[in-house]
């Protein structure tokens, strides 16, 4: 046991490291350009989300490992360790947190109302995203099937209702983009989407 979770944080933080190694080479910054670091940024608009340690977006990532988890069970139930699964998820995460961060994915991004100025994650947001989906893998290998579906569900409801955006809307806005969509997220009223002072 001891050993098994020995390998584990080793894996964990090579990921996290290489992970923070090529960001940095990508030229993100390591925090806010506001110099300070706080553990929640709520404003959707403002020049502090995906810079801090969490924010709305932070229970997709947390969806991300329920979703790993339960691929992992499907795809490797009799082949395979749960360490396995888990390092697979971890590397499908990082994977995505550089594809995230890259200039065409940016770009991509800034089409959508919700993500206008948006110039990529700071290294501390991008590492907390994949601490955020290792706590779903986490969650979701403790929990029933069908409490970790009820709290993804909450989670992407919670949200879709607080800014109008969540993991299934920014899915669709990013591969094929609906104005529809875009025009109830520019909308006033979304809570925590207006920029910060």
Known sequence: MVQTTRVVVMI????LIVQAAVLYAMGQPSICAC???????????????????TDWYTPSHVIHGILFFALGRLLFRRWTSPLF????ALGIEVA??????????IARYREQALAQGYSG???LNSLSDTLAMLAGFWIAARLPV???????LAAELFTGLMIRDNLT??????????????????EGGVYGATSQD
């Open 12 to 15: 964990i933080a090579a990921a």
């Open 35 to 53: 110099g300070t670091v706080r553990l929640w940024a709520g404003t959707v608009l403002g020049p502090e989300n995906s810079q801090q340690i």
């Open 85 to 88: 699964a888990l390092a697979l």
């Open 96 to 105: 995505w947190e550089l594809i995230e961060n890259s200039p065409p994915v």
């Open 121 to 123: 994650d700071s290294i």
């Open 146 to 152: 069908r409490a970790s579906i009820a709290l993804a």
């Open 169 to 186: 809307l920014n899915v669709v806005q990013l591969l094929a983009p609906n104005k529809a969509i875009s025009a109830w997220q520019a």
